[in-house]
């Protein structure tokens, strides 16, 4: 018997996938489920012909892993990007943040996570040997941009080691207190970081 104030299978069925995208649990669900059908010309069919496109029409780079419409991708086939440096970062959400800031122009490699032994995750797992064959294509710096943890400072120093026989420069983020900031409110492991990668200063800097 259904319970009163509860919806039918199909309502049901959509707070169920909803609770399962991240940042939403099953109250969260409910309320962006009861959202989407208050407003379900102006939200709901919109978001449904999207997801539906981007089901049919969104790929995997073969070459960097990033998502885009076509293969190779926009960044790797774009005439304006510097073809010479490769910047290797975790996870798309990583990729979409430096091209926000506009920083980076040259190409990328999506590693898809970090080296893990505990869940099974090694080099091949993440296409490091590609990262390495693409590396050796002409490649005058490698910017390594994974997170400041213990699995991303691993995968890090593995790549270093991987590239050191080619000769190939390997930099590294910076990773310190952030612009802006006041360390009262930094954790212990950003201070060390800061500490650790200290500059000289100079009037010339």
């Known amino acids: 018997m259904r319970r009163q104030g509860s919806g039918g299978p199909e309502i049901e069925r959509l707070i169920q996938l909803l609770a399962k995208l991240p940042g939403l649990g099953p109250r969260s669900a409910r309320r962006a489920a009861l959202h989407l059908i208050k407003n379900r010309d102006a939200v709901l069919g919109p978001l449904a012909q999207a997801l539906k496109l981007a089901g049919d029409l969104i790929k995997i780079c073969s070459t960097c892993g990033n998502l885009d419409t076509v293969d190779p991708c926009v960044i790797c086939t774009d005439p304006g990007r510097d073809v010479r440096v490769l910047c290797v970062v975790e996870d ?4 979409w943040a430096l091209e926000r800031s506009a920083a980076f122009h040259g190409r990328y490699h999506v590693l898809g996570g970090t080296l893990s032994a505990l869940d099974g995750v ?3 797992e993440l296409g490091i040997p590609k990262l390495i064959e ?20 691993t ?4 790549i270093a080691a991987a590239l050191a026989p080619a000769g ?3 930099t590294r983020l910076a990773h310190g207190v952030p612009v802006g900031s006041e360390l009262d409110y930094l954790d212990d492991g950003t201070l060390a970081a800061a500490f650790r990668g200290r500059k000289t200063l100079s009037d010339r800097s």
Do not use: F, W
């Open 168 to 170: 190939i420069p390997v």
């Open 122 to 124: 090694g080099p091949e």
């Open 92 to 95: 798309l959400a990583d990729l």
């Open 134 to 153: 693409r590396a050796k294509d002409g490649t005058i710096e490698v910017i390594l941009a994974t997170n400041a943890t213990v699995d991303g400072q």
């Open 155 to 158: 995968t890090a120093h593995y």
